[in-house]
């Protein structure tokens, strides 16, 4: 196995392996990035490897965790910039969907990824996956019921169902001025519904 060179030597081991598997898997896909290519990358042996992550599905859960916890900290930003301003988090929200589902290098959301490629509900991952999901449609809850609207759990989880299919949009050719635009539109008429 090469040595990693220069700055990369200079970034800890678990996080180099990790953004190796960050990089592959949302790329490539779960089953598709193999050992080798990740070990390459990270620039670590398979002893090192597996020191940090035992098992693949260890590696998996911790590239979940990951992506999950960098979401919460974007919304939890936005929470913070507008206390008292549900709409400006939401709008938030929609306008980052679309910038996402529109850039280069998009490939749908990496939880809905991971799930489609994660079968067995059994598997670790998918409780990462749907712990996330679960936080995220209850971000939209209690902004929901900050508006004071009208079954804001409902409400949420359909304002959820928009936000995946604002992100196969994207990722299918809108703009993200349209997907934005059209997501704001739809949680509207859901919401006046």
């Known amino acids: 196995m090469t040595q990693a060179s ?10 180099r392996i990790l953004a190796a598997a960050s990089r592959r898997y949302y790329a490539d896909g779960i089953r598709a990035a193999s050992a080798d290519r990740l070990l390459a990358e990270a620039g670590v042996s398979k002893v090192t490897f597996y020191r940090y992550f035992p098992t693949k ?9 990951e992506a999950s916890a960098a979401e919460r900290a ?6 913070a910039a507008h206390p008292d301003d549900p ?3 939401l709008r938030w929200y929609a306008g980052a969907v679309g910038q996402l589902a529109c850039g280069p290098g998009f490939r749908g959301c990496l939880f809905i990824n991971a799930a489609a490629e994660l079968p067995d509900g059994n598997h670790p991952g998918r409780a990462v996956i749907a712990e996330h999901r679960a936080w995220l449609q209850g971000q939209a809850a209690e902004l929901l019921a900050e508006l004071q609207v009208r079954d804001p759990q409902a ?19 809108s703009t993200p001025e349209s997907v934005a635009a059209g997501l704001e539109a739809a949680a509207r008429a859901v919401l006046a519904g």
């Open 6 to 15: 220069g700055a990369t030597q200079d970034v800890p081991v678990r996080e």
């Open 74 to 79: 974007r919304v939890a930003a936005q929470r």
């Open 155 to 173: 409400k949420a989880a359909q304002l959820m169902m928009l936000r995946d299919g604002a992100m196969v949009a994207g990722y299918l050719g």
């Open 87 to 89: 709409v400006a988090v």
């Open 57 to 65: 599905d260890d590696l998996v859960v911790a590239y979940l965790q």
